[in-house]
């Protein structure tokens, strides 16, 4: 256990420590990861605020019934676990595996401005979200919208709807309607 030095990190959120479990310092762990046990596929985990986060190693884990837990490094009793319950897990973004040109993560997207392919700027992202048939951006449209819009939703089809993702000038190239 050591504490963060550097508080300008960009991290991300990947679970969270739940309640102990038995009394060697096991806890509860909720993966936000995708597949559910992608969580212990980072380290360190940086646990609480980002300001004030220590990091954490995992020792040990296993599944338990639907769920999972695992022991840490540094959390021997009940007692340890206990003061890190309800705690997030982050890590630092740079663990993240680099994806080719074509993909993006999510959090790359939030912030940038989409544009439809005849030039009209349909405003920014504000967050992304999973439906049952696709994936869904919600793009809160400009103050002065030429179409009385306040936020739109977009799929994110790629080659259908979303026609270029340009990483360096944070811009999304759709086709797609604005009166819509």
Not at 140 to 159: H, V, W
């Amino acid at each position: 256990m050591s504490q963060a030095s550097d508080t300008s990190v960009d991290t991300l959120v990947i679970g969270k420590i739940g309640a102990p479990y038995g009394v060697k310092g096991w806890v509860k762990i909720t993966s936000y990861t995708h597949d559910l046990d992608g969580v212990f596929a980072y380290t360190p985990w940086l646990l609480g605020q980002v300001q004030e986060s220590n990091e954490y190693v995992v020792d040990q884990w296993r599944t338990h019934n639907k769920g999972l837990v695992a022991k840490l490094v540094g959390v021997e009793t009940r007692d340890d676990a206990e003061s890190i319950k309800n705690l997030e897990i982050s890590i630092k973004a740079e663990l993240l595996p680099q994806l080719d040109d074509n993909d993006v993560y999510w959090r790359e997207l939030v912030g940038m401005q989409v544009v439809t392919d005849k030039g009209y700027n349909l405003g920014v992202i504000k967050e992304l979200f999973e439906t049952g048939a696709n994936d869904v951006m919600l793009v809160k449209a400009n103050l002065n919208d030429a179409f009385g819009q306040k936020e739109r939703m977009i799929p994110y089809l790629l080659e259908q709807v979303i026609k270029q993702v340009d990483r360096q000038a944070r811009m999304v190239t759709v086709d797609w309607d604005p009166a819509f």
